[in-house]
């Protein structure tokens, strides 16, 4: 995604509705430009398009949640994707932070091989040749595009990973990691266990929530990458338990 999409979706996400006429402003390009670049957003399902105006989508449908917060979600991409090797083999669960991530390193790294049970991860990133996707077979979760159940375990099991990168739904010092699908919970604690490190991928804004079901308690994970913006208080805790925390700025 090019810098101009980034700042158009930015300014969508910030202003929940927007005149064309007002982007075109705001960027100092041509009202054409700029409905060529919404078109580009809308096809990702990324916007909706209302006659002259730009609207951010509100469900909770995973493409939608791909446009709240992009801009730092991507940067926490661009900096986990330092973490993998040229010819490495990954896994990755499902979420917005994760598939952008996957993109990224789709786009950057040379020969590598995502495993996944995301079939929307599979189908995003699907365009980059340099990168083989295995998909994790299982039931599959319209909504959020994910093969969750038994036969995701038996999947996850035939596999073994240096690193699985996953995404939270919210955070308890008390409890730990936390997920709002006990099924995608289940299936995410099933990949770790074919995986030698677990990183976290989430914006700063999944620790002021708390999910519904325990996902991994704090010791379970290796490393997270986040934004500036979280809580020093958190950002210590995490620390003190051995997590490598690794933030990126919140700046435009």
Excluded: W
């Excluded at 159940?149 to 240096?162: L, M, R, S």
């Amino acid at each position: 995604m090019t810098d101009r999409l980034s700042k158009i979706l930015s300014i969508v996400n910030e202003n929940r509705k927007i005149e064309v006429s007002k982007l075109s402003e705001l960027l100092d390009v041509s009202q054409v430009t700029i409905r060529k670049d919404l078109d580009i957003l809308s096809e990702k399902g990324l916007i909706n398009r209302e006659h002259g105006y730009a609207v951010l989508n509100e469900s909770d449908d995973i493409n939608n949640r791909l446009a709240v917060n992009y801009n730092i979600k991507l940067k926490i991409a661009k900096s986990a994707a330092e973490t993998v090797s040229n010819g490495e083999t990954i896994m990755i669960e499902s979420g917005s932070s994760c598939a952008i991530f996957a993109e990224e390193v789709a786009k950057s790294k040379k020969d590598i091989t995502i495993m996944s049970n995301s079939a929307f991860i599979a189908s995003y990133i699907r365009q980059y040749s340099n990168c083989k996707v295995i998909l994790l077979g299982g039931e599959y979760q319209k909504e959020s595009q994910v093969n969750v159940g038994p036969i995701t375990k038996i999947c996850a099991e035939q596999f073994y990973v240096d690193k699985l990168f996953i995404g939270i739904d919210g955070f308890s010092p008390t409890i730990g990691f936390m997920a709002s699908d006990l099924m995608r919970a289940e299936a995410v604690k099933s990949m770790a266990a074919s995986a030698r490190k677990v990183i976290i991928l989430s914006d700063s804004t999944k620790f002021d929530r708390h999910g519904l079901v325990n996902l991994f308690s704090i010791g379970d994970i290796d490393a997270l990458y986040t934004d500036a913006n979280i809580p020093d208080k958190i950002c210590e805790t995490f620390e003190r338990k051995g997590i490598h925390v690794i933030t990126v700025s919140t700046a435009p």
